[in-house]
């Protein structure tokens, strides 16, 4: 099982919309928890990272939150833009492992 | 500027054939790694490297070799294409290993077996 789900698979938006993706994960003891964005046909670009005593985490338009109780993280997207069209990727770090645990991500696609 | 070059962008191999994902970065990050995606899938790690000279497997490591001779350089090796390896390979480089500081991602290599 992965230890890592994102939610949903996929979603269509309007441009100008604001919307949420989650992120559950079940990777411990846990170290950080980042978001990547990737456009199509690029690698993953870092947007936030975030540790156990962090529960929200903004880089513009993105803000991320994580409840580390609960296992659970997400990131919204604030007044979307069509740039804004790509994956999202949720990963997981584990304290004292250099593996990373990912999700198979958020496929976002802005429309006008 | 700064970053992880992959070359090349796009290969296509035919069964059998052997080949090596080049991968280089510029930031003297001391670790690196190479994760291939495949559809449906989230990234998966095939080999890492912690330093020059050290290398070792990640979850996916059947039909790839790795070596670290330098701290910039980290390919990766085809021995004996398969038709299961087509897939959009990535390389990563971080500071650490425990990945605080983040992964610089190559932009990818796009490979088809055939």
């Known amino acids: 099982k992965n230890q890592v789900e994102q939610s949903p698979q996929s979603l269509i938006i309007l441009e100008g919309k604001n919307c949420t993706l989650q992120c559950n994960y079940t990777v411990s003891p846990f170290s950080n928890l980042r978001w990547y964005k990737q456009d199509t046909g690029r690698g993953p670009v870092s947007l936030t990272i975030m540790t156990f005593s962090e529960n929200t985490k903004s880089n513009g338009r993105y803000t991320a939150t994580l409840d580390a109780d609960t296992k659970q993280s997400s990131l919204h997207i604030t007044a979307s833009q069509l740039s804004d069209s790509a994956s999202y990727i949720c990963v997981v770090s584990a304290e004292g492992n250099n593996r990373l645990a990912f999700g198979k991500g958020n496929q976002v696609v802005v429309i006008p | 500027n700064a970053g992880v070059t992959q070359t090349p962008k796009f290969q296509v191999l035919k069964t059998g054939q052997s080949m090596t994902l080049q991968c280089a970065q510029d930031m003297n990050h001391e670790y690196m790694s190479w994760y291939r995606q495949d559809p449906g899938m989230g990234l998966r790690l095939i080999h890492y490297?912690?330093?020059?000279?050290?290398?070792d497997q990640g979850e996916v490591p059947n039909g790839y070799n790795v070596s670290r001779s330098t701290t910039e350089d980290f390919p990766l090796r085809l021995l004996s294409a398969a038709p299961s390896q087509t897939s959009v390979y990535f390389c990563a480089s971080s500071y650490s290993r425990d990945a605080t500081y983040g992964y610089t991602f190559g932009s990818g290599t796009r490979l088809t077996v055939v």
């Open positions: 490297s912690v330093g020059a000279g050290i290398t």
